[in-house]
């Protein structure tokens, strides 16, 4: 069974800074890809960043030269280092990996999530 679980999420004030980890964990052969998402009250879900097995990133514009994604093979832990928060970063943060793994049938890609870690910006 894979498991994703996040920590970091905290109340900062606005111009702080944060960084939120994901430990994935199980019967894991190798990690795709791996991203962070956000969900604003009222708002639908946006993607962060993502960052490839490979250390490719990309970033959503409302965040690119503030946050920046990393991420740790050996450990399978996906990093989210925020700087410079805004108010509107204000969200739940999620954890997102495409992943496979081994299963009772076999090798199986799947694409897993974390249960979310909040992150309030106060003005």
């Known amino acids: 069974q894979v498991q994703l679980v996040e920590s970091g999420g905290a109340l900062v004030q606005a111009g702080g800074s944060l960084r939120l980890s994901c430990e994935a964990s199980?019967?894991?052969?190798?990690?795709?890809?791996m991203s962070w998402y956000r969900r604003a009250l009222g708002k639908q879900r946006e993607l962060v960043a993502t960052v490839t097995n490979s250390g490719s990133t990309t970033y959503s514009g409302s965040v690119e030269g503030r946050f920046f994604i990393s991420r740790d093979n050996a450990k399978n832990v996906v990093y989210l280092q925020m700087n410079s928060l805004k108010p509107e970063d204000t969200a739940v943060y999620y954890c997102?990996?495409?992943?496979?793994?081994?299963?009772?049938?076999?090798?199986?890609?799947?694409?897993?999530w974390g249960q979310g870690t909040r992150v309030t910006v106060a003005s």
């Open positions: 997102n990996a495409e992943l496979s793994s081994y299963t009772t049938y076999g090798i199986a890609r799947d694409e897993y």
């Open positions: 199980g019967n894991i052969l190798s990690i795709h890809h």
